[in-house]
């Protein structure tokens, strides 16, 4: 009888040890770490390859090689004649700007919220890394200042949107686009206006400090009717704008704790004449990779090591101009 006394004793105790340590791991904010299940970048990457062989596929899909995910960057503008009627016009502006520059055309486009995470990576930033990132050629457009007084570097968001170009390729020069037909999480945002009128969209991403525990957030913005005279005063407005989406993503990080130590940011503008219907298209596609992405012989974490040139030549790709 004492024995089992003495064991319900040692299990009580035991229980109430354990929901302690979980108490106070909630109490810092985070779940308890356990390094074995931590989501390594390698690990990330080696399970963000999708089944078909020149197509990309969306997250979540059938047939991935593992829960990993990577993110794309989109931004795009197009316009249409006004000839039909209103939703014709805003369903083949915004097609357009599906199929110009980076080719996204002919997807299901699922909107989500804009965060990559702990189980995803980003294309041109951890994996086929933008030369001018890699070597560190690229120079901040401004600083912004954390609410715990660091400066964070502010970068123009270009060689990220050229990263997805070179994967995806062009509608004249696909490379390995999204499988036609496929749905693809992304998160996005548009505007559909008619001339004669400005049209923009913006796009920023900011990289988390620490990834084993927060995510790197996408800021979308989109609008039209510049209030500005000329184009000087034009681009005086857009860059205030970049400050303010800088600015968003410090108060988004207060609010869930997160320090970020790097922010991309840009925009694409277009003038919309009258008699046409135009949209601006912010996208940043969820993916897996196609299996030829991944260079002969090798897995896909390879693609960590890589800039952006040297996974076009292993994977025999001409190089961008």
């Known amino acids: 009888m004492k024995t089992l006394i003495a064991r319900f004793a040692l299990t009580v105790i035991l229980c109430l040890c354990l ?3 979980h108490s106070n791991a ?7 770490d356990n390094p074995t299940n931590r989501l390594t970048l390698p690990k990330v990457v080696r399970g963000a390859v999708g089944p078909f062989d020149l197509y990309c596929d969306g997250y979540g899909n059938p047939g991935a090689s593992g829960v990993g995910y990577i993110s794309v960057l989109k931004l795009e503008t197009g316009k249409v004649r006004k000839d039909t009627d209103e939703l014709l016009e805003g369903i083949v502006s915004y ?9 996204i055309g002919q997807i299901n486009m699922i909107t989500a919220s804009s965060f990559n995470g702990i189980n995803g990576a980003v294309w041109g930033y951890h994996l086929a890394k933008a030369d001018s990132i890699a070597d560190g050629s690229l120079k901040p457009l401004f600083k912004k200042r954390r609410s715990d007084g660091v400066e964070i570097p502010v970068y123009p968001v270009e060689p990220l949107l050229d990263a997805g170009r070179r994967l995806f390729g062009t509608n004249e020069n696909r490379r390995f686009p999204l499988l036609p037909g496929a749905h693809v999480i992304c998160a996005n945002k548009s505007c559909t206006i008619k001339g004669p009128t400005s049209v923009w ?3 920023a ?3 988390a400090e620490d990834r084993q525990k927060d995510s790197n957030l996408f800021i979308e913005d989109c609008g039209h009717s510049i209030p500005a005279e000329n184009d000087e005063a034009r681009r005086a407005y857009l860059d205030r704008l970049m400050r303010n989406i800088a600015e968003s993503i410090v108060r988004c990080g207060d609010d869930s704790n997160v320090k ?3 922010i991309f940011v840009g925009y694409k503008t277009e003038w919309v004449p009258e008699g046409y219907v135009g949209c601006a298209l912010v996208c ?3 993916v897996v990779l196609a299996k030829k992405a991944i260079p002969a012989g090798a897995t896909a974490d390879r693609l960590l090591g890589m800039t952006l040139s040297g996974w076009e030549q292993a994977v025999g790709l001409p190089q961008a101009k």
Request: glycine share 12%.
């Open 284 to 286: 940043a596609p969820y």
């Open 205 to 207: 991403l900011a990289i």
């Open 260 to 262: 970020y130590k790097e």
């Open 26 to 32: 909630q109490e810092k904010g985070r779940a308890p």
């Open 201 to 203: 969209s913006a796009i």
């Open 95 to 103: 097609d357009r700007a599906e199929t110009l520059g980076t080719y």
């Open 19 to 21: 929901a302690g340590g």
